[in-house]
Every structure is written in C-alpha cells, then in structure tokens.
C-alpha cells in the first residue's frame, strides 16, 4: 500500500454510540485506516462517506464526528420491522455468537458443612444468569456444583466433630466443642433431626466409626439444605459433582502422575510440589503433603483436568474473590500438562454487605457470623435478591439495602421494572375489554405511524437487547441486563406520559398497543434472564 492510500483490508468496530445525538451506529474505520494511510482521519472519513454514495433508503444521514467517526442515522423503518419480528417470534434472538460451543459453569460450590450464606447468594445468581446468557447466546451450557466433600478435609472433619458433640449434648452429655468448631445454630437443627431418626443409637458406635457416620450424615442433610435454598433462589444444576468421588475413582492420582510424567513436581521434605513457579507463580505448590496426605490443589486440578477430558471446550468458574491466588496455579496445572489454560476462565465476585435503617448487619439471628441467603429471601423476597445481587459488577463489593429492597415505589429498582410490566398488562387487558387494535396482527397495524420522540426512545431501547446479551455473554457482564431492564422500564414510562394509548384514533391505537405488546416481551424476556418475575398485576 502506497502512502495516502486506504487499506484494501480494514479491521474497525460498528458499535451503537453511548447517546442517541450521535445516531444509531458509529464506526472509527476512517481512525483506523488513517494511521495505515498517514493521511488526517477527517479526510479520510469524508472519502469514506462520499464511496458509500446513496444510503438514503435506509438512513436519514451520515455524518463525521469528532476527530473522523463516521456516524450512521437510520430511518424509522427499521424500528417499525423490529416490532413486528418481536410481535412475531414473541423475543428478539440475540443472534448464535456460541455457535453450539459446549461451555461448563461452576458456581456455588459451598462446602456442605453450613448454609448458604449472602456471599454464596451472590456468586450463585450471578453464576445462574450467566449460564442463562450464555444459552440465549448460542452456547451449549451445562451448570455444575462443585461438592467439597473430601472425608480427608479438615473442615469436613470439624464439622462432623462438631455435629457429633451437638447431638451427644442433645442425648445429656456434658461434652464441649472442639477449637474453632462450628457454633452455629443450624449444627444443633441438624443434630435434633438425626436424632429424631436415629434416637441415641449412633452414641453406641465406635469412635472411629461414629465420626465417620456423622460426616456422612450430616454431608447429607447439609447438600439437602442448599439444594432447597438454591432452588428456592431459583437455581437449578445439571449435575452435582462430588469432590471424594474423584479420590474413589483414583482420579486425584492419575492427575499427581500426569503432573510427573509432564515433569512440573518435585520433592521436597517429604513432600510433593508443583513448580508452579515455571508459569510465573510466586512459590511452588504442595500437591502431597509430607503424612502423604492430597491437598485441594491436587484434587481440585483433577477435577479440572476432568472437565477437559468431558469434552468443554470452556470451564467457567465463579469464585469468591478471596480465591484469587488459586487462579495462577490452576493455569499452572493445567499447562504442565499439555492442556491450554485458556479454557479456565474465572469470574471473581467481591463481598455483600447489607444494610437495614442505614447501618451494616453483621451478625444473622440464628446463624452467628453467617448471614444466610434464607434469611434475605425471607425479608425481602427472591425477585429483590436476585434483581440487588446483579445490580453492581461482579467484581465491585456490593452493598444491599434491605430496607430499598422491600419499598413499593419508583425508588426501589425491581419493584420500577416490575411495575412497568404490570402497567402494561393493564393497558392491554382494557384495550381487550374495549375491543380495540390489540387483537390485530403486525401485517394489520400501520407502524409507520409510530414517528414520536418517545415511540422513537422506546423502539431504540427495544432494539438493544440482541446486543446487551451479547455484550453480556462476552464480557461476563450479567449487571449490564438489570440496567437494561430498568432503562427499558423509564423508557416506556416515558412514552406512556407523552403519548396516549387508548382514545386516539383507531390506527394509531393499534400502532401504540402493537409497540406496548412488544415492548410487555421484550420486558418479560429480560427479566426471564434475571430469573426475576414478570407480574402481570401488582
């Protein structure tokens, strides 16, 4: 390519500009191809402008911004089709950008020794919608909860000491806790039940035995109680994956042998280690210990290297951020053998703090430390958990205000949206009743008549969804779609103040309810991904 000359082959991004002055789409092609060109971006957006000749059939105007975008204003014709294809399909399609790619979701994962707790609460929603974006997006998804069961944990063991002592206690033995044991309220729910079924019995077994029973037991009844609370939360897995079954299947060591024969470990005072410092760790990692004991490390990459051999093409993890430093030697793992550690992703979500009457609750009424996702639902309901816990960026510390949470009013941003869906049932149940345009067909409806600024404002906001999801399913940003929702929600208030639905005449009547139907779907369709009701009364 000579000097002054445009590129024959152009990378550049057509993107929907931040505010709708600057039109319907912008591109910064003349910003790219005028540093290959070395000529002024502006000339070479005018050059641009003038090879693309008459667009007048699809656009109102091209114009050159700023330093040389180029920015596209359609016509009205393009909204008036896209509510005919949303009254149609009933949805707007966010395209197939997965392509069918088998993708996996790891999220929750809690060790099954206490409840759910609010941090758990939030990397479980944001994990569900994430799956749900993903599978609007094209991609194959599976969900999947991670059991942290291995009888050799050390937490795992304090549990079962600790559900042990409760239930002796229950039987009149004066025994205490062991150090560090688990204090919380539920441990004695959970002892009361196993003595309910079991009656003393399980004091006669010896002590080995007896331990081994209450691990065993207590796992069971633990993994019962988060699998009601994540499905009261609206959670549902496609598979539960036992941490102590890979140890069974001798997977753990086939993976520690791997790891060998790639000749990343060494020895090192009686024990094995990961050089993890080969990929740019701090420290290598102990994946045996000296009583030839396995670490999580060693479990945890065999289960990684699992998931590989199942055939995902991604792993998608959902991890609170205090496992940070777990990432690297992850990667690490999986390099050392042979694997590509850019199938692991990892999302790292930051704390919840919640706040009643403007001040930090610390401590839940019956769980100690543990404030348990039941107890917010409880309070506020599951559509207002979910909607709050998605409200910020995964990776921002949340703060959740109990007391918003459940107000009735335009302040309290589920409740806005909510209301906005509910209002739009309304209008379309009276136009029913007075048997006016709702029943009518797109190809019946005159949709060119929809030319207000709000009808305008309205239809652009519909026409972002495809792209939201998009934008969602790429960047791991699932809070971009409770800000949609409350912005499609304004957008109709909007419209709904400015331009009135029933009483006008009869085409444009139609015109408006065939917009309020597609715009009830779209609504519907999004909450439908926040896992948010959509009530149709309220």
């Known amino acids: 390519m000579l000097a002054g000359e445009l590129p024959a082959e152009l990378s550049f991004s057509l993107d929907r500009p931040p505010q709708p002055q600057f039109g319907d789409f912008s591109t ?18 005018q050059q641009l402008v003038a090879a693309l000749g008459d667009v007048s059939g699809l656009c109102q105007r091209v114009e050159i911004a700023g330093p040389g975008f180029i920015n596209f204003h359609l016509g009205p014709s393009w909204l008036h089709e896209l509510i005919a294809t949303v009254l149609k399909n009933g949805e707007l399609s966010a395209g197939n950008l997965g392509q069918g790619q088998r993708v996996q979701v790891e999220f929750v994962s809690a060790n099954p020794n206490g409840p759910i707790h609010i941090g758990h609460g939030r990397g479980g929603v944001i994990g569900d919608v994430l799956a749900r974006v993903l599978a609007a997006a094209g991609y194959d998804v599976q969900r999947e909860f991670y059991i942290n069961d291995a009888a050799m944990s050390s937490q795992m063991v304090l549990f079962a000491q600790s559900l042990e002592v409760r239930y002796r206690q229950l039987c009149g033995e004066k025994v205490e806790l062991p150090e560090n044991g688990y204090k919380g309220e539920y441990v004695i729910d959970l002892a009361r039940e196993l003595l309910a079924e079991h009656g003393e019995t399980l004091r006669t077994l010896p002590g080995g035995e007896r331990l081994a029973q209450f691990l065993e037991l207590g796992k069971v009844k633990m993994l019962s109680w988060q699998r009601s609370t994540l499905s009261a939360l609206g959670i549902e897995f496609d598979q539960w ?32 280690w990961l050089k993890t410092t080969a990929f740019g760790d701090e420290q290598d990692r102990v994946l045996v210990r000296s009583n030839g004991v396995t670490t999580y490390l060693a479990s945890d990459l065999a289960y990684h290297f699992g ?54 609750v610390k401590v839940s009424k019956r769980e100690g430390d543990i404030i348990t996702v039941s107890e917010v639902i409880e ?19 949340l703060d959740f205000d109990l007391d918003l949470a459940k107000k009735q009013s335009a302040d309290n941003p589920v409740y806005y949206v909510q209301y906005g869906h509910a209002r739009i049932c309304s209008i379309l149940r009276e136009a029913e009743e007075r048997t006016v345009g709702a029943a009518l067909s797109p190809d019946e409806v005159t949709l060119e008549l ?14 972002e969804l495809p792209n939201e ?27 709904y103040t400015e331009c009135r639905v029933l009483g006008e ?11 309020v139907r597609a715009t009830q779907l779209v609504l519907k369709q999004v909450l439908g991904l926040l896992g948010v009701g959509a009530p149709e009364r309220m």
């Not at 997977?251 to 009686?270: C, F, P, S, W």
């Not at 599951?382 to 995964?394: E, I």
């Not at 444009?508 to 917009?515: D, K």
């Open 28 to 45: 910064n092609a003349a910003l790219i191809a005028s540093s290959r060109a070395q000529r002024k971006p502006r000339e070479v957006a």
């Open 241 to 272: 994956f036992s941490e102590q079954s890979l140890h069974d299947a001798g997977k753990v060591q086939e993976a520690i042998d791997r790891l060998r024969e790639g000749g990343y470990t060494t020895e090192a005072d009686g024990a094995l």
């Open 307 to 360: 998931k590989c051999d199942r055939g995902f093409a991604r792993s998608l993890d959902i991890w609170g951020a205090d496992h940070h430093g777990h990432i690297s030697r992850m990667k690490a793992g999986l390099a050392a053998v042979g694997l590509d550690p850019d199938r692991l992703d990892v999302l790292l979500y930051q704390i919840v703090r919640l706040f009643r009457d403007g001040v930090e």
């Open 379 to 397: 309070e506020v309901g599951v559509d207002a958990t979910r909607f709050f816990f998605l409200m910020r960026s995964h990776d921002s510390r």
């Open 450 to 463: 929809l030319t207000h600024p709000q009808e305008i404002a309205l239809m652009r906001k519909l026409a």
């Open 469 to 495: 999801i998009e934008l969602a399913a790429q960047r791991y940003e699932v809070h971009r779609l409770t800000r949609y929702a409350t912005d499609l929600a304004a957008a109709f208030h909007g419209f």
């Open 505 to 515: 005449a009869a085409a444009l009547t139609a015109a408006r309810l065939a917009l």
